[in-house]
Structures are given as structure tokens and as C-alpha cells.
């Protein structure tokens, strides 16, 4: 039981740390064309998983 804590606070950690490129990708790309708007959008994704994800950690 406390290895799958263990690992799921690592996913968890992880994913916080793609949710802060996410947001920085995201604002580069939004003023782009549709597809990099799309591209922004599901980095919108990651981000909003990562607040899932916080209590986790």
C-alpha cells in the first residue's frame, strides 16, 4: 500500500511540473494559428489535471 502512495505522489509531482510548461506553452501559442490554439487548449488540459492531481502530493 504505501509503494502505490509513493508512486502516485511521484505521478502527481510530475504532472505539476508538465502543468507549469503546459501554462507557458499555452500563452506562447493562444495568439497562433487554430492549430496552436488547440495545442494551447489541451495544454489548458494538463494544467486543470494537475490541480486534480494536488491533493495527491
Known sequence: M???VT?????A???QTLAVQA???SLKYESESS???????????VKAL???AK???
Do not use: F
Not at 492549430?35 to 488540459?45: D, F, N
Open 2 to 4: 504505501g509503494e502505490a
Open 50 to 52: 494537475s490541480i486534480k
Open 7 to 11: 508512486q502516485v505522489r511521484k505521478v
Open 35 to 45: 492549430r496552436c490554439r488547440e495545442l494551447a487548449w489541451l495544454l489548458r488540459k
Open 23 to 25: 501554462d507557458v506553452l
Open 13 to 15: 509531482d510530475h504532472l
Open 55 to 57: 491533493p495527491y502530493i
